[in-house]
């Protein structure tokens, strides 16, 4: 595919990061790493859209509603589904999971997670910390697969 026949330009792109609000003070970090690598790419921060959800499970709807719309090059979701002493969180996160792989292949938009399930998060100080810089690690890896994923999306509408 050559993607130098397109017209693409980061910086004209619109962007959606949609993120939980449960443990919003880790999720966020991914949101910090996200905006800061995509800038080095050349999108414009300015759009980048940040839309808060309840928790993971609301973030699949979101993502289809913001695909549908036809303004976003691409939709990114964060959270941090943490066992809570019952099976849910495996549920929860695979859920999640499938229903944003299924809104990218119904609207042809591509839609991106850093849904993390670890199976061993405590509340205290050392988790929080190790989990909030995992999290810039994450929307680093978050941006990169966003922009690939747009650019290569950009390309092949262009054929």
Same mark, same amino acid.
């Given at each position: 595919?050559?993607?130098?026949?397109?017209?693409?330009?980061?910086?004209?792109?619109?962007?959606?990061?949609?993120?939980?609000?449960?443990?919003?003070?880790?999720?966020?970090?991914?949101? *910090?790493?996200?905006?800061?690598?995509?800038? !080095?790419?050349?999108?414009?921060? !300015?759009?980048?859209?940040?839309?808060?959800?309840?928790? +993971?499970?609301?973030?699949? /709807?979101?993502?289809? %509603?913001?695909?549908?719309?036809?303004?976003?090059? !691409?939709? !990114?979701?964060?959270?941090?589904?943490? *066992?809570?002493?019952?099976?849910? @969180?495996?549920?929860?996160?695979?859920?999640?999971?499938?229903?944003?792989?299924?809104?990218? %292949?119904?609207?042809?938009?591509?839609? /991106?997670?850093?849904? /993390?399930?670890?199976?061993?998060?405590?509340? @205290?100080?050392?988790?929080? *910390?190790?989990?909030?810089? @995992?999290?810039?690690?994450?929307?680093?890896?978050? +941006?990169? +697969?966003? *922009?690939?994923?747009?650019?290569?999306? +950009?390309?092949?509408?262009?054929?």
């Amino acid at each position: 595919m050559n993607q130098s026949s397109t017209n693409f330009t980061p910086a004209t792109q619109r962007i959606a990061f949609l993120h939980a609000s449960w443990h919003e003070d880790i999720v966020l970090n991914c949101l *910090d790493g996200f905006k800061k690598e995509l800038t !080095a790419r050349g999108y414009d921060a !300015a759009l980048i859209d940040v839309i808060p959800v309840p928790g +993971a499970y609301e973030i699949p /709807l979101q993502a289809k %509603l913001l695909a549908k719309s036809g303004q976003y090059a !691409a939709i !990114a979701g964060s959270a941090l589904v943490v *066992d809570g002493g019952i099976y849910r @969180h495996d549920f929860v996160a695979q859920t999640v999971c499938s229903a944003l792989m299924q809104v990218q %292949l119904e609207t042809e938009i591509p839609v /991106l997670t850093a849904v /993390l399930t670890p199976h061993n998060f405590h509340e @205290h100080d050392e988790h929080k *910390d190790y989990f909030s810089r @995992h999290f810039v690690k994450k929307g680093v890896e978050l +941006a990169n +697969a966003c *922009d690939q994923a747009v650019r290569l999306t +950009a390309a092949a509408k262009a054929l």
